[in-house]
C-alpha cells in the first residue's frame, strides 16, 4: 500500500469555522490531490499540486485553500466551512504525470459541517 | 464539455460474468482507469487502457475503444468480495488530470 495518511479521519464543525485536512505521504511523489466525494457527483478534484509550492485550483475549487510546503505535506483548507462542504475527502498521490502511473488514495476524511 | 456516463447499480450472482460500461465525451483523452472502492475505503487501482483493445489482469479484464469513446471492465468468477463501487475515470490532456465518473455499485449474490 502507498504510503499516505490523512487526518484527521473524522471531524464535526460548526458552519463558519476553519478546518485544515492535512495528508502526509511517505513516498516521495511529486503529484498530490484533494479530491471530495459525494453521492451522485463522484470524485471531484478540488486542487492538486506538482510540486512544492506549485499548486492549482481543480472543478469544485471555490472555498479552498491548499499549501505544499513540503514534499510529504499537502494540506486543504476551508476558510469558513459551510454545511455544502460536508462531504468524504480524499487525498491521492502519483509519481508522474501524463503517463500510465494510476494514482494512490488514502483512506479518507470523513468532514460534517453543521 | 467533461461527461462520463456508468450505470448507477448493478446485481450479479456468485460465480458469474459481468461487465461494467463506461463511456465517456472529454476534451482530451490520455489514458482511462478503472478504480475499485467498498464501501467507507479509498479507491484502489484496478486497470489502465491507454491503447485500443483488451487489458487482462486474472479476474478482471478491461476494454477500450477511443473512437467510441468506450471502455467496459469485466468480472469474472465474481465472488462475494467484489461487492463494491466501480469507478471509470479519464485522464485528460491538460495537466493529466483525472475526471471520474459516478461509479457503478456492484451487488453481488449468492
Known amino acids: 500500500d502507498a504510503g499516505i495518511t490523512q487526518s484527521p479521519r473524522h471531524k464535526v464543525t460548526e458552519t463558519g469555522t476553519p478546518v485544515t485536512l492535512r495528508c502526509h505521504q511517505t513516498e516521495n511523489h511529486r503529484y498530490m490531490y484533494w479530491y471530495r466525494q459525494d453521492p451522485g457527483h463522484g470524485l471531484r478534484l478540488i486542487h492538486y499540486?506538482?510540486?512544492?509550492?506549485?499548486?492549482d485550483k481543480g472543478e469544485v475549487s471555490d472555498g479552498y485553500s491548499v499549501s505544499r510546503s513540503k514534499t510529504e505535506d499537502f494540506l486543504l483548507t476551508l476558510e469558513s466551512a459551510t454545511s455544502s462542504q460536508t462531504s468524504v475527502y480524499f487525498c491521492?498521490?502519483?509519481?508522474?504525470?501524463?503517463?500510465?502511473?494510476?494514482?494512490?488514495f488514502g483512506d479518507g476524511t470523513r468532514l460534517s459541517i453543521l | 464539455g467533461q461527461n462520463i456516463d456508468q450505470p448507477t447499480e448493478m446485481t450479479a450472482t456468485e460465480g458469474a460474468i459481468v461487465q461494467i460500461n463506461c463511456t465517456y465525451q472529454t476534451s482530451g483523452f490520455n489514458g482511462l482507469f478503472w478504480y475499485q472502492q467498498h464501501a467507507g475505503e479509498a479507491p484502489t487501482f484496478l486497470s489502465y487502457?491507454?491503447?485500443?483493445g483488451l487489458e487482462e489482469k486474472g479476474r478482471f479484464s478491461s476494454f477500450l475503444s477511443r473512437s467510441k469513446g468506450y471502455s467496459y471492465l469485466l468480472l469474472k468468477e465474481l465472488q462475494m468480495k467484489d461487492s463494491a463501487s466501480y469507478l471509470c475515470a479519464v485522464r485528460d490532456n491538460q495537466g493529466g488530470k483525472l475526471i471520474f465518473g459516478q461509479g457503478t455499485e456492484l451487488s453481488v449474490k449468492p
Open positions: 487502457n491507454v491503447l485500443d
Open positions: 499540486s506538482y510540486g512544492v509550492k506549485d499548486t
Open positions: 491521492a498521490i502519483s509519481d508522474r504525470q501524463g503517463v500510465s502511473q494510476p494514482q494512490h
